[in-house]
């Protein structure tokens, strides 16, 4: 019996409760805009499915306050184990490296927790500002407003979605929700691309794989390291895992487990137990059995798809597995999910703020849509090397494991999602002093340095002054302010940013914060002396120095390779720089906020 | 009306919920103890009152997993500025000089936290386990056996406590406990000591302070800096805290607050107004004012004594203030407390799970009435000091700022805490090897080193693997494992540590903990290789190597001063180094053992 209810208004409807949808939600409930999350499953993941987090996606986390309890509760991969085939038909170890090549990197490793571990710090967080998952509810209907004028208006409602709730005795209630945005953040086979006939661009490749969760008993000695293992008996990665589990992926042969008939993987072809003896016969001469039978195994065949748009007409969008689908074994999936919208989630708060317009939605998908082609065409070329079989006598032709770790350690900043590059748009400017701040890159994250606060010498990741709570962030790089020449030119700064036509008095002050960035010396600075505006809190004066232990800070300017001259480096809400100029470049800042903010 | 209510009995019954009694019960608790704490104040201190916390306590929170919280919620003082009389008769920065001068110092800061919050730590976590205080309760009376039999069985219970507990209605309602071991931690007018005659050794001196608490208002640029003011209008001492606030001590002459009668202090004769005028004009050339009223004041007079006996029989203790009252500036106050009971309560727990015989009590008095001897030692010294005019043309014989300098750094080691040196006891083993691991003391806490774990390359700072969990911890440092020589010692050892007469096997595994920590390359090193024995995880076997960003970690044998040929270090369950020997040392070891262990 279907019930019918009441219609109802929202200003972001976010279909979907996977990393995408509850990164977004999350984002939103901070930024305090009217979101509302559901999804069809009556409960969260809870085992199995992805469980990597990249090194960036770590930064994310911890831009939302939230890396502590993922850093507890995850298992830390540090190390990367190569074996390869030996002279005795086995496999042995070739070399060892970090699992993290990013030099930048502030979490030099990949993270692994269950996915429903992860998506429950999102909804502990959300929880706390009163958003929460309405479960087993789902859209059947979604219709978008074809009104030219409505759909530029950011007050307006354009997308009605009729939602289906099951209660707990089947019934069905029925509510209509009229929302100024949707997101699609509903997986691979996404209700919302289809309603919208998005396609998807790219094809299935032959490698199948089939993956196992365990407690292993093993004489494996990289049991507890990343280990990418090429033997004679096929190809397979074993990750380890939080609660004393591994993962393993295991390639087979597709004669094993298609149906002939369809060309479909047929899971009833494969048992965990055949799964599992593939593996031990790759590990020879190791053994390794489960302690504590298999926890959890599936079986897929790597689809290697993008999405054709990522969004219709600004209105409704899409995020994660519903744009973008590839192999699992570089651990992008899930990162790549959360990163779509956290990129999103400032852009949707500031059109809802009225701080911008519609159009600068238009660079989710500029910014988003070719990281997922970047990141589709390194899937190609890794999961190849990967499914390839071993160089050997008898086969010469084939995959060198030097040519394996080369691929592995050259691609490290895109894996790592360390080396996101966004390029030119409204939201980022173009690189007009390019050779001025030389390991700054517009368009990049901001690196992790350490400093020291000049008013009390306590270190500070300058990460950690990068929140992510909807503020562009301006870095006010003095060189040495106690220099007079330097100090000259704080003061014209100054003057300038106190103009009227200085985006610190054109728009109200909260959706700006300054840090003050001075080279000097601990022991001797006087953080009363930089001009207020600069400094609006004793603890936004930081100092290019060493901690009082001597071994924290005090290379920032050289890391950065900030000029003596200074420099000023403005940072988007989500962490990307958006505009680096000279210490007398507010106008440069002026415009660059002029072209797309609003009053 | 007073009701009588049925007698009951306790293994702990610890009276006062200060700082020294939650360490304990929080310790207690953690060991299953059955213990109970009563505090005759009806909710917990709010505001004032005790607040810093030297560097060796933040090492025994972390201990306790308890660091994180306090590290969050504490203001972290990095950084001590001196100041003294200037030519135009007001003051000037002399110099800074980081606050926290022991180099070993895992957390290089003191931590400013008003007590309430501190104690809230343990209170939040012991009741996870069921524990919590009962207040509104006091001892009226307290009776010890005399019976030398009952005393020394373990298993009676010779303390017979009378309590009242007041209800909401004001009702007294009473009951007695017998317990096995009664603990007095009810602050300087310590109800327990005096009801056991232990009178209280030492002097008042001519000293007296008044401390004020506020949110500031000022052009003082050390405002978030700790700072020493010597100015010819009198000393005082500013120390940053929490949620902006700031806690002065001004020192004010005896005749302004002292009644001429009774020569005691009289808070009538003084308000918190008086003593802001006396800061301020201290601190003239600046400017200090409350910028929302003064939080909360207090007068004292500087009281130096010890208990002359920190137990009567090994049944009843005293800790914290009702064993030694000292000046508040060094900011050692609740620091020693709860390091009373740090080093009470696994001792105390040993005692009633049987594993030791309660003689080893006695070690408590031994260890903390020397350190306490040692705090007034200091305190006489630095208080006198600080108390002093500054030397200036007219008072040439006064105090002069390298003097003062001289002696703040020269008891950092004892002001930080880090160095506390518990004397040769039955806990404590004779240092038989003195030359051995050159930079490893018996009897001090183990210095903070990063290694990195052999299977998986994660650094861990070897205090992370020493925690207060009740058990002895055998650090076995191979050497280079690899090296022939050296595997053949560790096969020895593990020959020795497998025979019958070895304390592994002569008392219950569950009392030790081993790691082992080899030199060697973490891209090379195969943990499976060491001995089963000294790997019961595979986390517990460490390479003296950097993790894999080269930051951390590699320096730990040279540190420490491990020789080559290896060692055997034994930590006690509070942190201290206990014993060292060479890698055939195991039988030095046993003996140590049987000096006091229980089978």
């Known amino acids: 019996m279907a019930v ?6 929202v200003d972001v409807l976010i279909v979907g409760a996977g990393p995408a949808g509850v990164m977004c939600a999350n984002a939103l409930s901070l930024a305090g805009v009217n979101v509302r999350i559901v999804d069809k499953r009556d409960a969260k993941v809870a085992t199995g499915q992805a469980d990597g987090i990249a090194p960036r996606t770590t930064e994310v986390f911890q831009s939302y306050g939230l890396a ?21 038909g086995g496999i042995e170890l070739s070399n060892r490296a970090p699992d993290v090549t990013a030099p930048s990197a502030r979490y ?3 993270l692994a927790l269950h996915q429903g571990a992860i998506e429950a710090i999102f909804l502990d967080s959300m929880k706390t500002r009163g958003v929460e998952v309405q479960r087993s509810t789902r859209p059947t209907g979604i219709e978008l407003s074809t009104d030219a004028a409505e759909l530029v208006d950011p007050t307006s409602y354009p997308v009605k979605v009729t939602l289906e709730c099951l209660s707990l005795d089947g019934t069905a209630h029925h ?16 209700w919302v691309r289809n309603a919208f006939g998005i396609t998807m661009d790219g094809e299935q490749t032959d490698f199948i794989w089939g993956v196992l969760d365990m407690v292993p008993d093993t004489d494996f000695p990289d049991i507890r390291n990343k280990s990418l293992i090429h033997s004679n008996n096929g190809s397979c990665l074993l990750v380890p895992r939080e609660a004393e589990r591994i993962r393993i992926y295991i390639q087979i042969a597709d004669t094993d487990v298609c149906d002939p008939k369809t060309g479909r993987v047929d899971k009833d072809r494969m048992s965990p137990e055949q799964l599992l003896k593939v593996a031990q016969k790759s590990l020879i001469p190791y053994t390794l059995n489960p302690t504590n039978g298999i926890n959890w195994w599936t079986l897929y065949i790597i689809g290697q798809r993008v999405a054709s748009k990522f969004s219709v007409h600004n209105r409704v969008f899409i995020a994660g597995d519903a744009c973008h689908t590839h192999s699992p074994k570089a651990g992008q999936g899930m990162n790549a999910s959360m990163n779509d919208s956290h990129n999103l989630a400032w852009k949707l708060a500031y059109v809802l703020r009225g701080w911008a317009p519609i159009s600068i939605l238009s660079t989710y998908e500029s910014e988003r849509r070719k990281y997922a082609l970047d990141l589709i065409a390194f899937d190609k070329i890794y999961a190849t090397l990967f499914s390839g079989k071993p160089v050997t006598k008898e086969n010469v032709n084939g995959v060198s494991h030097e040519q394996f770790l080369k691929t592995y350690q050259t691609f490290g900043g895109f894996t790592s999602g360390i080396g996101v590059h966004y390029d030119r748009s409204v ?30 010498s306590t270190p500070y990741n300058l990460q950690d002054l990068l929140p992510s709570d909807f503020r562009f962030k301006l870095l006010v ?15 014209g700064l100054v003057k300038s940013l106190e103009r009227p036509e200085s985006f610190l008095n054109k728009y109200p002050r909260e959706r700006f914060d300054i840090t003050t960035i001075s080279k000097g ?40 390779g900030i000029p003596d001259e200074g420099a000023l480096v403005v940072v988007r809400p989500d962490g990307y720089i958006t505009i680096i100029t000279p210490l007398d470049g507010a106008d440069e800042i002026n415009k660059y906020f002029a072209g797309f903010m609003n009053a």
Not at 68 to 79: Q, S, T
Not at 477 to 491: A, H, L, M, S, Y
């Open 4 to 9: 019918q209810s009441a219609e109802s208004k």
């Open 68 to 88: 502590d309890r993922l850093l507890r509760e995850g298992c830390r991969v540090y190390m990367a184990a190569f074996y390869n085939p030996n002279e005795t």
């Open 108 to 110: 030099p490793f990949e």
């Open 175 to 190: 509510e209509v929700v009229h929302a100024k945005f949707v997101l699609g953040a509903d997986g691979a086979h996404s």
């Open 427 to 456: 939201l980022v400017s173009e690189n007009a002093h390019p050779t001025l701040v030389r390991n700054m890159v517009v368009g990049e994250r901001v690196a992790p340095q350490n400093f020291v606060g000049a008013a009390d």
């Open 477 to 491: 790089f003095t060189g040495d302010f106690n220099e007079p020449i330097q100090t000259r030119k704080v003061e």
């Open 521 to 560: 010396n601990k022991l001797e600075f006087d953080y009363l002396k930089v001009p207020q505006l600069l400094r609006p809190h004793w603890s936004k004066v930081l100092l290019d120095d060493t901690d009082v232990s001597g071994t924290i800070g005090g290379k920032g300017y050289a890391y950065y």
